[in-house]
């Protein structure tokens, strides 16, 4: 069956410190990844997709990726944390089954964020 | 830009009222989606649709049902709400892609709707 898990419910970090949110992916063929982030009482936004080629990938608000096709991961991470970075996290994979040429996702539960000053 | 509107932020309905939650995106997209979303639950999925007149169950279609007369519109239909539909309801939309990489989906700002 395909998935995706985010296995921590919440991140604590630092303002200034590094921050990753970890992803795993099960799904049959090849996997193309997504990390969203919600803002309170907000939809959800974009932030980054890897479909192919270089395993870094670079998104907004100065995000990064990185696929890891033997741990079957893509965690989200940022080089130095804002305050303002505080949201919930949602790690996505594309639906394979049947095709899946109508674009589903799958989602997982979602990460909570806390940028701390 | 994409933009995804929904038709209301917040919904208070009482239990068996028929409720109705528009969805509209501007830029032509043809899949379009609705989830519910529930405090450690994530995003389920409820229906989606890749065309006019055309839709899919997604994992939790029980209780609900859509309508897609136009492109641009997506509207999804509680024919007799529960307190259990009490929810985070987002809509998304996507273009198209035959055997291709899956595009971005783009979301509304969401309805929160209360059922009492």
């Known amino acids: 069956a395909q998935s995706v898990a985010q296995p921590e419910d919440q991140v604590n970090v630092a303002e200034g410190n590094p921050l990753t949110v970890k992803c795993t992916y099960s799904?049959?063929?090849?996997?193309?990844l997504f990390w969203y982030v919600q803002y309170p009482n907000r939809g959800l936004q974009f932030l980054l997709k890897?479909?192919?080629?270089?395993?870094l990938v670079k998104g907004s608000y100065g995000f990064e990726a990185e696929f890891n096709k033997s741990q079957t991961s893509f965690h989200l991470k940022k080089p130095s944390a804002l305050v303002s970075d505080s949201a919930l996290y949602f790690c996505?994979?594309?639906?394979?089954?049947?095709?899946?040429?109508?674009?589903?996702?799958?989602f997982g539960k979602g990460t909570k964020l806390s940028v701390k000053p | 830009d994409v933009k995804v509107t929904q038709s209301s932020r917040y919904l208070v309905k009482r239990t068996g009222e028929k409720v109705f939650l528009e969805c509209v995106q501007d830029?032509?997209?043809?899949?379009m989606f609705w989830y519910r979303q529930d405090p450690g639950l994530g995003l389920r999925l409820i229906y989606f649709?890749?065309?006019?007149?055309?839709?899919e169950k997604g994992d939790i279609p029980e209780g609900y049902s859509v309508s897609r007369e136009k492109k641009e519109r997506f509207s999804l239909i509680l024919e007799s709400a529960s307190t259990n539909q009490t929810s985070m309801y987002l809509c998304?939309?996507?273009?198209?892609?035959?055997?291709?990489?899956?595009?971005?989906?783009?979301f509304g700002p969401g309805t929160r709707l209360t059922v009492l």
């Open positions: 890897y479909i192919t080629g270089d395993n």
């Open positions: 996505a994979v594309r639906d394979t089954a049947g095709g899946g040429s109508q674009g589903n996702l799958i």
């Open positions: 998304a939309s996507s273009l198209w892609r035959l055997a291709g990489p899956t595009d971005t989906q783009y």
């Open positions: 799904v049959s063929g090849n996997p193309y």
């Open positions: 649709s890749y065309d006019v007149k055309m839709k």
């Open positions: 830029m032509d997209h043809e899949n």
